[in-house]
């Protein structure tokens, strides 16, 4: 009795094991983004996390690398070193949004709200609908005085996410600032 090749035992083994199952399983940042955006979501927590893990994968090693190097010296506070591997990032895959949106956010952690404001340009020119860049945005335009469009970039990260609290406090803050500059 012949056996069968190996890789047809794996093959069998997979569709068996339901593996096709699992590769159909795998969501698109534009589901996420659409369940996101459901007003009854309970586990929006859960569905952010996997967006932003979702947002993370850039299709190469290099690039991942230098995002997961670039955002500890972020965490670290090694602005020096953040800023050298993000900046490789963004030249080594300059279509991929979050190295353009970790790099803002660097600028914004240094205080270089033009820079910042340039590479949100560039993350939402990739995705119109990262809430966190317009969300970023927001918070840099009210502590630069322009309350309007920060409530406009806020109202527009909470279009896109209208669960997160920190995004309702910021709309709330804003609103009452052009309130209360309106007596």
Not at 84 to 107: I, M, Q, S
């Given at each position: 009795?012949?056996?069968?090749?190996?890789?047809?035992?794996?093959?069998?083994?997979?569709?068996?094991?339901?593996?096709?199952?699992?590769?159909?399983?795998q969501v698109t940042a534009?589901?996420?983004?659409?369940?996101?955006?459901?007003?009854?979501?309970?586990?929006?927590?859960?569905?952010?996390?996997?967006?932003?893990?979702?947002?993370?994968?850039?299709?190469?090693?290099?690039?991942?690398?230098?995002?997961?190097?670039?955002?500890?010296?972020?965490?670290?506070?090694?602005?020096?070193?953040?800023?050298?591997?993000?900046?490789?990032?963004?030249?080594?895959?300059?279509?991929?949004?979050?190295?353009?949106?970790?790099?803002?956010?660097?600028?914004?952690?240094?205080?270089?709200?033009?820079?910042?404001?340039?590479?949100?340009?560039?993350?939402?020119?990739?995705?119109?609908?990262?809430?966190?860049?317009?969300?970023?945005?927001?918070?840099?335009?009210?502590?630069?005085?322009?309350?309007?469009?920060?409530?406009?970039?806020?109202?527009?990260?909470?279009?896109?996410?209208?669960?997160?609290?920190?995004?309702?406090?910021?709309?709330?803050r804003v609103e009452r600032?052009l309130d209360g500059r309106?007596?």
């Amino acid at each position: 009795m012949r056996c069968a090749p190996p890789f047809l035992n794996v093959l069998v083994a997979a569709v068996i094991c339901g593996i096709p199952a699992i590769a159909a399983a795998q969501v698109t940042a534009d589901e996420l983004l659409d369940r996101l955006g459901q007003p009854d979501l309970r586990n929006w927590n859960v569905v952010e996390q996997q967006l932003y893990t979702e947002w993370s994968r850039s299709g190469s090693a290099t690039a991942d690398y230098l995002l997961r190097v670039g955002r500890a010296a972020l965490e670290a506070e090694d602005f020096d070193v953040a800023y050298n591997h993000l900046t490789a990032l963004t030249d080594h895959a300059p279509e991929f949004a979050e190295g353009w949106n970790t790099r803002a956010t660097l600028f914004f952690e240094m205080g270089r709200y033009g820079p910042a404001i340039a590479d949100i340009q560039r993350t939402l020119a990739l995705e119109p609908r990262h809430f966190g860049a317009l969300t970023g945005l927001g918070f840099m335009l009210e502590e630069m005085g322009d309350t309007e469009n920060a409530l406009a970039a806020l109202r527009a990260a909470h279009a896109i996410h209208p669960h997160h609290p920190e995004i309702e406090s910021a709309i709330d803050r804003v609103e009452r600032q052009l309130d209360g500059r309106a007596l």
